[in-house]
T-cell receptor, first 112, second 117 residues
């Protein structure tokens, strides 16, 4: 059974600080996805990571993938209030017929 | 706008009632999915369809049925609603399927908030 574990599940940080969200998964996969969800809204795609060593950046967010360690990170640089949301990682290994399995999500609150 | 359209957005059912959640995508995607989201549980897969005419169970299929009506549409039916089915339901689609992964990711609909009383 594929397990996707995110930590921390809750993160409260001050504006201007840096932090990293971790996503560990239990099986081989070359594809990992990060999503953002605002309260009461749908999931918005942030990053699609398709190979070992992939790194993508958008604004204050940077995601990376280490398939050997089965680990992805989402790094937040100089956080601002607008980044407050829930962040999900998700994996779809080949053997699962390309079904996404999600982590439980990280609720990020950025305080002034 | 291109994307995944779900209807209805909100629904209240009485225990034992039935209803169908509708989903349509206009991106010519092969695969479609139904997920439910509950607090603290992330998103869990109910059913998926890798191509028109095929459907398969996900992690939490009990109490649900699905129909892949054509390439665009994938509906989710609750035959006899129970309070445990109170949740937010998301439909999604991707180009994945038959040996091809979702290199462009998965697109989600806006969700259906269902309450069963």
């Amino acid at each position: 059974e594929l397990k996707v574990e995110q930590n921390p599940l809750f993160l409260s940080m001050q504006e201007g600080k840096n932090y990293t969200i971790y996503c560990n998964y239990s099986t081989t996969s070359d594809r990992l996805y990060w999503y953002r969800q605002d309260p009461g809204k749908s999931l918005e795609s942030l990053f699609v990571l398709l190979s070992n060593g992939a790194v993508k950046q958008e604004g204050r967010l940077m995601a990376s993938l280490d398939t050997k360690a089965r680990l992805s990170t989402l790094h937040i640089t100089a956080a601002v209030h607008d980044l407050s949301a829930t962040y999900f990682c998700a994996v779809d290994p080949d053997w699962s017929n390309y079904k996404l399995t999600f982590g439980k999500g990280t609720l990020l609150t950025v305080n002034p | 706008n291109a994307g995944v359209t779900q209807t209805p957005k909100f629904q209240v059912l009485k225990t034992g009632q039935s209803m169908t959640l509708q989903c349509a995508q206009d991106m010519n995607h092969n695969s479609m999915y139904w997920y439910r989201q509950d607090p603290g549980m992330g998103l869990r897969l109910i059913y998926y369809s890798a191509s028109e005419g095929t459907t398969d169970k996900g992690e939490v299929p009990n109490g649900y049925n699905v129909s892949r009506l054509n390439k665009r549409e994938f509906s989710l039916r609750l035959e006899s609603a129970a309070p445990s089915q109170t949740s937010v339901y998301f439909c999604a689609s991707s180009e994945a399927g038959h040996g091809r992964g979702a290199n462009y990711g998965y697109t989600f609909g806006s969700g259906t908030r269902l309450t069963v009383v």
